[in-house]
């Protein structure tokens, strides 16, 4: 008898070459995006984001959509922001954008992230570029540490809602939002294994089904995509 072919459902879009390799594994992969993502289009904001990029500065993102908002404001790379920021795709997109020179702490984590800021000892204040819908983790732990933070949203979230009827061996989630907007309108079964960029997503998982939950050891978004490959292979 023939080998059951395994399906996935990937909630952003992947490279191609990954979904052919899948294909040779006997995995089908199907893409449905759960979450729509905005730069905020702004005179003000680009007059704020360019202020900032003229002075010393410590900087934090958390997302690639906040990097890629940033960068299209900017007239002039930022000529002294230290860059804290979360991931291994935001960390590159940040490398790619403003100089690896300028990170000094990343994590897997906001909460992390925050811990890591923290322990400088001397920054009492930071500007963090984010999108309407962030989390609290961060904000929240340096104001405890009494550290200021300005919050500068740069792009806006739409959870798109979709409702899936197929049953999937396994689901690919790469943020918080997008678990969200897909456990709103859905359910899983308990044979369905849940994979996680991170540790953040993993606990809004958590939050819905108690679903075995597998977690990408780098942190990018093909990275998840070869550790679900992998995990059936």
Known sequence: MAEKIKTILCTRPVNAFLIKEAKQQGIAIDIIEFIRTEPIISAKLKKQINELANQPMTIVFTSMNAVEAVRNYL??????????????????????????????????SAAELADAIIAEKNINKVAFFCGDQRRHELPKKLAENKIEVNEVEV?????????????????????????????????????????AIGNTTASTIKKYTKNKIVLSDKHGKDDLMEKAIAYYA
Do not use: H, M
């Not at 804290?84 to 702490?105: M, N, P």
């Open 155 to 195: 792009y806006k979230t739409f959870q798109l809602n979709e409702k899936i009827t197929k049953k999937y061996d396994g689901i690919l989630f790469f943020s918080p939002s997008a678990v969200e907007s897909f456990f709103t309108t859905n359910k899983v079964t308990l044979q369905t294994t849940l994979f």
């Open 75 to 108: 007239d002039k790379k930022p000529a002294d922001w230290k860059i804290f920021c979360i991931g291994a795709a935001t960390q590159k997109l940040v490398v790619e954008e403003f100089d690896g020179r300028s990170i000094v702490g990343t994590a897997d």
